[in-house]
């Protein structure tokens, strides 16, 4: 009896260990913040992220505040799995998208003056730039904190010349 407890105990630590590669995985999650919070699967874990999970699909959550929230599925398979995050805030994001170019109007960023650079081509100006204003709040742009250079173009808001 003895012989077969031999044969049965290693048997079952093997497939326990095979069982447990197979079910679960290392995850290693980094953002460029760090000490945040996130969620995998609604459940609150720190930033960076190093731990267990079951292997399959997963939820990440990444909400901080004045940045864009990240919500993706997260595919972990056996073995390791190592995640970069790299969270932009509305400003960034917004800048990736200058120069902005309508009929009406171009928005710019100056990196060095650290500024927007509004140029308003058409009249109504007043209405134009209330609706470049929009623009930027709909973008998550804070009008009143963020520095803004108006502009218009000769012959618009009574400007003259070049």
């Given at each position: 009896m003895n012989k077969k407890l031999l044969f049965i105990v290693p048997t079952l630590?093997?497939?326990?260990?095979?069982?447990?590669?197979?079910?679960?995985?290392?995850?290693?999650?980094?953002?460029?913040?760090?000490?945040?919070?996130?969620?995998?699967?609604?459940?609150?874990?720190?930033?960076p992220y190093k731990g267990f999970l079951k292997t399959g699909y997963h939820n990440l959550n990444i909400l901080v505040d004045g940045y864009i929230p990240i919500n993706e599925a997260l595919k972990i398979k056996p073995g390791q799995n190592k995640k970069e995050i790299f969270l932009k805030t509305y400003k960034e994001s917004y800048i990736e998208k200058t120069p902005y170019v309508t009929?009406?109007?171009?928005?710019?960023?100056?990196?060095?003056?650290?500024?927007?650079?509004?140029?308003?081509k058409n009249e109504p100006y007043e209405e134009i730039k209330a609706s470049v204003t929009k623009e930027l709040q709909k973008n998550n742009i804070d009008t009143i904190k963020e520095k803004i250079v108006w502009d218009s173009v000769a012959g618009v808001n009574n400007k003259v010349g070049p």
């Open positions: 630590i093997i497939v326990l260990l095979i069982t447990n590669f197979f079910l679960f995985a290392s995850v290693s999650i980094n953002t460029n913040l760090n000490d945040i919070s996130g969620y995998i699967d609604d459940k609150e874990v720190s930033l009929d009406d109007f171009e928005i710019d960023y100056n990196r060095a003056g650290d500024f927007f650079y509004v140029l308003i």
